[in-house]
């Protein structure tokens, strides 16, 4: 798959958003791989902050999640071969250094919301480019949960978390939120990772 478009992107203004990135046929199935974990009870609460000082919070954000393991399914092992595909080619054309590829299932039930926040930890800059592929067909404006991205000039854009779409933008860069849904919001949200900048200086 070329993804010359999102290195495009991402080297003009930091930030891509791609439509139709998977066909309708592979989102329905990461659709049910994730309405399945739901209802199996294997998604827990999302917390906020890392390591010891991690706590579910649900006045910051309410989904839930479950990371992703290669051999959990044939579907989310072809995801993760193809989000390892982007990943050689962000280190190829943008020289990133990116070293790993960690992604999660979030389900928002209706009410949930996450304010606004930045992906990369204020101890920890091993986040490096965000990568969120929304599974849910015929969204609607009314149902709201649109992810809402914060730019330095003061302007924001409103993106509708619609089925096959892949956001992917600077994990250090932009504030964002996701706005309060109506209804179930499903996606597959990840992280570029590399090494942490003090593991790089020794």
Do not use: K
């Not at 595909?85 to 389900?107: D, I, K, S, T, V």
């Not at 096959?164 to 964002?176: A, D, I, K």
Request: negative net charge; glycine residues 8%; charged residues 25%.
């Amino acid at each position: 798959m070329p993804f010359s478009s999102i290195i495009d992107d991402l080297a003009e203004r930091g930030w891509s958003l791609q439509r139709s990135f998977l066909s309708s046929d592979v989102t329905h199935e990461l659709a049910d791989e994730c309405r399945r974990r739901e209802a199996e009870g294997a998604l827990a609460p999302a917390g906020v902050g890392r390591g010891e000082a991690q706590a579910v919070r649900e006045g910051i954000r309410g989904d839930q999640i479950q990371w992703l393991e290669a051999g959990q399914s044939a579907v989310c092992d072809d995801y993760l071969q193809l989000m390892d595909e982007l990943r050689q080619a962000l280190n190829r054309e943008l020289f990133l250094g990116l070293e790993e590829f960690e992604c999660h299932f979030a389900f928002y039930p209706p009410g949930a919301f996450y304010q606004t926040h930045l992906d990369r930890f204020r101890d920890d800059d091993s986040r490096c480019v965000t990568a969120v592929l929304y599974l849910n067909p015929d969204w609607q404006a009314e149902h709201g949960g649109a992810l809402r991205m914060h730019f330095a000039d003061g302007a924001q854009s409103d993106i509708p978390p619609l089925a096959g779409n892949l956001v992917v933008f600077l994990s250090g860069e932009f504030p964002h939120e996701v706005l309060e849904t109506q209804v179930d919001r499903l996606s597959l949200t990840g992280w570029f990772r590399r090494r942490p900048a003090d593991v790089l200086a020794l």
